[in-house]
């Protein structure tokens, strides 16, 4: 009964997941190998592909009051702007999930946020991973392919900024998780008891223990042939802090470095005294 | 609370639009 409960669990989080999240990793996947019968992605490999892709790449934020300032702006000023607005709302998509994990909303209100304000990071770049090859990234919900390489090209800081999240990508697709062991995986990150600031430890501790089964059961039915998938993916934890850590400090430097950048205000909540 | 007025926000209501 208790193993039937927590197929129950599992199975209810990857119902949410699929709700809250926008592109998954079986559509990215299909997109990324050709698969989906639809036409390929646009390919941005310069910046001369960027300015065409701009034609063909609809982004969602274009609509966002305020975005029209940004056309005058140097073309690595351009992408990150997007990029935030992407994160922005990947924030979204992320609290919705989260609210619907059993037993969070009923947690102390200020640790919600907490959690969601050590959490997020690490969830983008874990969910990240699913759009990423060793080329290169899906963006604008699969319509255009961006490549590892042109994202280095760009000047400094930019072309530090995405480096880190391929080679985490490349460790963490080799675990070849699907959507429904990634919903599970995001749930135990979301409810981690160590964040700094919680009030009420004991409970998010308590709820994430019954997440951690439901990961060990999930892992186990799955990948029967992996039979250490949950350590390491568990170990793939510390390395996601690292990558939040210093994504923040890159993030700050070019707040203090980069005049004409705006930082979006959620964004700027979510990183005020977080490491 | 003031701190983390856009997340409690996100968190209170349903899907509400992000505003700048």
Redesign the interface.
């Known amino acids: 009964p208790e193993c039937a409960d927590l197929r129950a669990l599992a199975k209810h989080l990857y119902d949410s997941y699929l709700k809250s999240f926008s592109l998954t990793k079986a559509k990215a996947r299909a997109i990324l190998t050709g698969k989906t019968g639809e036409k390929a992605p646009f390919v941005i490999y310069d910046m001369n592909s960027l300015m065409t892709g701009q034609q063909f790449v609809s982004y969602k934020q274009n609509s ?3 975005q029209g300032q940004e056309q005058n702006k140097e073309v690595e000023i351009q992408l990150f702007q997007r990029c935030q607005f992407r994160s ?2 990947a ?2 998509e992320i ?2 999930f989260a ?1 619907s994990i059993p037993g969070f ?1 009923g947690l102390d ?2 640790d ?2 907490t959690l ?2 050590y959490g997020v990071h690490e969830v983008i770049f874990s969910t990240l991973a699913s759009l990423m090859n060793k080329d290169g990234v899906l963006i604008s919900d699969g319509q255009g392919f961006m490549t590892r390489e042109f994202l280095k090209s760009l000047r400094k800081p930019f072309c530090e900024l995405m480096e880190p999240k391929f080679e985490f990508s490349v460790k963490f697709n080799s675990l070849e998780l699907d959507d429904s062991d990634l919903a599970v995986f995001i749930a135990v990150i979301i409810l981690s008891g160590d964040r700094p600031g919680l009030v009420n430890v004991k409970p998010i501790e308590d709820l994430q223990d019954n997440m951690l089964q439901a990961l060990e059961l999930q892992l186990k039915m799955n990948h029967p042939d992996a039979p250490h998938l949950f350590a390491k993916l568990l170990q793939k934890m510390t390395d996601l802090r690292q990558i939040v850590t210093e994504h923040v400090q890159l993030l700050q430097l070019l707040k203090k470095t980069e005049l004409e950048m705006n930082i ?3 964004l700027q ?2 990183m ?1 005294d977080l490491y | 609370k003031e701190k983390h007025k856009i997340l409690h926000r996100l968190l209170q209501n349903s899907s509400s639009p992000v505003d700048l």
Do not use: A, F, S, Y
């Open positions: 966002v009051p305020g922005v709302e924030v979204r609290t919705e609210k909303i209100l200020n919600q946020v969601l304000k979006h205000p959620l909540e979510i005020k």
